[in-house]
């Protein structure tokens, strides 16, 4: 990389067209040389980290629509390649399940991947990309990976000088081989070779590279229903009615992707069941039609006669939809739910669980659709060492299918089975940054085959749902640090005072991670009381952990004996002393109930209200300084309050009086309309009254701290 940061980019000038196509030439000859039947040039934005496809060759375009333009931060092979300036090669659909669930859930076929940056020394240009069929041995030979990084090394030596001559490079035609539509005879080669195929006692068609029909015979015209002529041009699912079903384009899209010959089975309305075999190479696919004459062996694919269940197992439009919902998923729970809700229906289980480890012993982290709870949650605290199968998916990282129970118990005893009353299960590693978090198991009531795609496409799915439940696990330990921080640095409860009653609130905001940094206190000090609140900006641990610091120094002070004024003034110089960027508002006063007075200190804190014995109210307009942690000469002037028996001191953070679109004044205003209506209620039946009625009950921005005092008779 140029100077550590990130590779360096192209300049804009260097996005210029030369006079041959250059990225064209430079693919097709990077593919022949490795025999790959497809592939891709990128090229880097000229403003900004992203990867553009520039030209593609062998395939659709359309097949990597997801990925025309990759951040280069996103977990993809081409943009691996440019971040960490080496080959990424990817040996087959399982490794691209478990590394690359973005992609093998969109393209879940067997296919083997290699992606390399283009770039010299000092300026990353782009990356390529090829692939070959799922035929292809699981690694890369050296003969290949010296041809292809020999290419990205010409390649980006050519787009070096393209930059220094200020020649632009830009996208170019994708390379797709085919054959124009026409008849037979240009399409096969000789009138009598068209005769031939036209004699043949079942249909022939030809597809290029697009799906468009370029040749049929009549053979095929007549089994599907549909003239020749009108055939001609179009693709297959689109210009058919009863095949336009997505998992028929989806057998194409398998021909073309892994070059494996692929088949499906359709109902021709109203009952005849016809057999298409797909027979792919570089140029495009040959399809042979015929009657099925064992529909009842074929695919499970084929679509129901009256509905049913959907064909594929999970569209795109799925997959996206729970990639989106996953992104939303706070806590474990959270993702236990939308696995249930949006992945369950989709592959047609009944049950899951969902499997973690810690301290050695496995965990159930959740579950649903289980009639017997028990017989789920008996799994929980279990040894790793015992040789359950969802321990050992867990510890292996391999996932495992079972269609019936039969296969099951044949590998596992009965009693670390699952007796669960479902009939088959699949057990889904889920692996994050390259570590096993834990285990999805999905039931299923019935027998359940699994082929090949359909493992694959699962297994993608496990991807997604681990890099989900590490981040649920994560903020759950985050939040639970939270609460134990949040809990340890308040008051567990209030001293009891002479002439003094008191109560308290706390509501951490809806929003976050549940912490923030309002804080009150009470403290007895030289016969006489102190009361405190405050609040540091932020919602997070280290506004939680200032927080504490600055409670702790109040409580030191008073204990000194140190006057109002004078606390204030020690927090705050403290506050500059710590260097901590975040500043906090404070109200500290002295309390004196024998004489009925109190003392107060206010720095950038809302004005507390006071309820007179009499039930009026009124804010109480203090002298005060700046926010704490400002300005380290501030003075904190006092102000003397009466305070008879009877009388209830409102001090509060501004969570209690701030919302959205609702004016300070007017919140403040109802607050002490609620405190006036309340009468001599109990101080906590107070406390309650105030934080439930007030925008406490809404969505929270802000946490929300309340001290209520009440003087009373002394002697």
Known sequence: MADGQGPAQAPAAARTRVGRPLLSLALASMMDEVHAHSGAVYLL?????????????????????????????????????????????????????????????????????????????????????????????????????????????????????????????????????????GGAAGTLGTVEAARMVARLPYGLCSLDLHGRISFANAAAAELIGVPVSRLLGTQLWASVPWLNDPVYEDRYRAALISQHSTSFVALRPPADWLSFRLYPSTTGLSVRVSRARAVAEMSRGAPRAGGGAPSRLVTISQVLSLAGALTEAAGVQDVVQLVADEILPAVGGQALVVLGSRAGRLHVLGHRGYPDPQVVERFDGLPLTESTPGMQALKSGVPAFFDSRRQLEHLYPARLATPDGFAAWAYLPLIASGRPVGTCVLAYSEPHPFPADERAVLTSLGGLIAQALERAMLYDAKHRLAHGLQEALLPH????????????????????????????????????????????QGHNVTAAGLMGQIRTAVRAYTTVGQPPEEVMRSTNRLLIDLGSDLFASCLYLRLDPAHGRAVMARAGHPPPLLRRPDGRVRVLDLAGGPLLGIDEAAAYPTTEVDLAPGSVLVLYTDGLIESPGVDIEDALADLGRRLAEAGDAPLDELADHLVADGTATQERLDDVALLLLRARETG
């Open 493 to 536: 409860s209030l001293p009891r005072l002479a002439g003094v009653d008191a109560a308290a609130r706390y509501l951490p905001a809806t929003q976050g991670m549940d912490i923030g940094g309002d804080f009150y206190d009470l403290v007895p000090s030289h016969g006489v009381a102190a009361a405190v609140i405050g609040d540091v």
């Open 45 to 181: 934005a000229a403003e900004e980290p992203v990867l553009e496809m520039a030209v593609m060759a062998g395939l659709p375009r359309a097949f990597a629509a997801p990925w025309e333009r990759v951040g280069l931060s996103a977990p993809i092979p081409v943009a691996e390649a440019v971040r960490e300036r080496r080959l990424v090669w990817v040996g087959g659909e399982e490794d691209m399940a478990r590394r690359y669930p973005r992609i093998a859930v969109v393209l879940p076929y067997p296919f083997a991947l290699a992606a390399l940056p283009v770039a010299t020394g000092t300026t990353a240009y782009g990356a390529v990309f090829v692939t070959w069929p799922g035929s292809h041995p699981p690694e890369l030979s050296d003969r290949e990976r010296d041809h292809l990084t020999a290419a990205c090394g010409r390649l980006a030596v050519r787009l070096e000088r393209a930059a220094e001559d200020s020649r632009p490079v830009f996208p170019e035609p994708d390379l797709l081989a085919g054959t124009p539509v």
